[in-house]
C-alpha cells in the first residue's frame, strides 16, 4: 500500500525491556512520522522526519526515540518500555511527497508491554 | 497549538440514513483539513481533503465535507450511508508540518 511497511506487525514485551520499531518506504519521501493510537484521543504524534538525521519531536514524545540513518528507514525506540506506552503505533509518509496532500499511513504494529 | 474536536464519539444509524459528522479545528490561520477513515483491524485510509479553492469537497466512496471558515468547522456528510460504512472517522487539520487529529467518531450502520 503505496510502499510503506512497518514491523512488526505485533509485540509483545515486559516492562523495562527496550523495543525498537521500523518503518520502512520505497518512496523515497522526505517527511517521515510516527503516531500512537489510543481510544478516545485519536492519533497523537511522537515524532517525525524531515529528512536523513533531521528530526523532531511531537506532542507525546516523551519516553521515546528516533533515527533516520536512511531515508527509507524511520526507526522508533522505546528505551524502557512502561505500560502506558501499550498502544497502537503508525507510521505515516506524505502523499506524494506533499504534506498538503495528507498522509498515507501504514498498517500499523501493535504493541503490548506487560 | 492548534486542536481538533470532534463531537460525536459515536453515531449509529440505520442503512440509507443520511450522515453528518462534526469536525471544529481551532486555527485561524491557513490549514489543510483532512478526513480519514478506518475499517476495523486496518490503518487509516484517506478519504478527502480541503486546502484551497472550492469548500464543497468531494471524496471517496460519496463522502464530501464542507469547510466553513466563520465556523472553524470541516463537517463530514454521506447523503445514504451503507453497511460497509461501518468505521471509525477521524478529522484532522494540518499547519505546516503539524498535524493534528481529533479523537475520532466511531459509526455504525445497522443493516
Known amino acids: 500500500d503505496a510502499g510503506i511497511t512497518q514491523s512488526p506487525r505485533h509485540k509483545v514485551t515486559e516492562t523495562g525491556t527496550p523495543v525498537t520499531l521500523r518503518c520502512h518506504q520505497t518512496e523515497n519521501h522526505r517527511y517521515m512520522y510516527w503516531y500512537r493510537q489510543d481510544p478516545g484521543h485519536g492519533l497523537r504524534l511522537i515524532h517525525y522526519?524531515?529528512?536523513?538525521?533531521?528530526?523532531d519531536k511531537g506532542e507525546v514524545s516523551d519516553g521515546y526515540s528516533v533515527s533516520r540513518s536512511k531515508t527509507e528507514d524511520f526507526l522508533l525506540t522505546l528505551e524502557s518500555a512502561t505500560s502506558s506506552q501499550t498502544s497502537v503505533y503508525f507510521c505515516?509518509?506524505?502523499?506524494?511527497?506533499?504534506?498538503?496532500?495528507?498522509?498515507?499511513f501504514g498498517s500499523g504494529t501493535r504493541l503490548t508491554v506487560v | 497549538a492548534q486542536s481538533v474536536s470532534q463531537h460525536n464519539h459515536h453515531v449509529i444509524l440505520s442503512e440509507a440514513a443520511s450522515l453528518e459528522l462534526g469536525c471544529n479545528y481551532s486555527y485561524g490561520g491557513t490549514v489543510n483539513l483532512f478526513w480519514y477513515v478506518q475499517y476495523p483491524g486496518q490503518h487509516l485510509q484517506l478519504l478527502l481533503k480541503?486546502?484551497?479553492?472550492?469548500?464543497l469537497v468531494k471524496g471517496i466512496k460519496g463522502f464530501e465535507a464542507e469547510f466553513i471558515k466563520s465556523k472553524f468547522s470541516f463537517n463530514l456528510r454521506k447523503p445514504s450511508v451503507q453497511w460497509s460504512d461501518t468505521a471509525e472517522y477521524f478529522c484532522?487539520?494540518?499547519?505546516?508540518?503539524?498535524?493534528?487529529f481529533g479523537a475520532g467518531t466511531r459509526l455504525t450502520v445497522k443493516p
Open positions: 522526519s524531515y529528512g536523513v538525521k533531521d528530526t
Open positions: 484532522a487539520s494540518r499547519n505546516q508540518n503539524d498535524m493534528r
Open positions: 480541503y486546502f484551497s479553492g472550492d469548500p
Open positions: 505515516a509518509i506524505a502523499v506524494q511527497g506533499e504534506i498538503r496532500y495528507g498522509y498515507t
